[in-house]
């Protein structure tokens, strides 16, 4: 039960640098939905590289700590 305790703080105890992460995510993929119900294949391409950009992003990071 501690060592749960723990292992949530790890990520949200991160504070602003997650925050920051997860605004990256949000930004992304808020330009992600125009670009799909626009149909424009080029820009669908930019909008979801940087969706995946701004994921693995956080994963990267947390990944490190180990
Ligand atoms: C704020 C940090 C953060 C962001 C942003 C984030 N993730 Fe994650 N994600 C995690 C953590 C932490 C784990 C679990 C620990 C691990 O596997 O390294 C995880 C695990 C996952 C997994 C489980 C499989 C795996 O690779 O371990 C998937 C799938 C996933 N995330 C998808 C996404 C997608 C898609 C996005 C973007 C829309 C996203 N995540 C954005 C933190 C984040």
């Known amino acids: 039960m501690w060592r749960r305790a723990r292992s949530n703080r790890r990520i949200f ?3 602003d ?3 920051q992460l997860i605004v990256g ?3 992304a993929t808020a330009q ?5 119900k ?3 294949k080029a820009a669908i391409a ?3 590289t940087a969706a995946a950009n701004a994921c693995n992003a ?3 990071q947390f ?3 180990e």
């Open 32 to 36: 992600l939905v125009p670009a799909v």
């Open 38 to 40: 626009s149909g424009d």
């Open 13 to 15: 105890g991160a504070g």
């Open 63 to 65: 990944r490190k700590e």
């Open 58 to 60: 956080c994963h990267t």
């Open 17 to 19: 640098h997650v925050d």
């Open 25 to 27: 995510v949000q930004t």
């Open 46 to 48: 930019v909008a979801y």
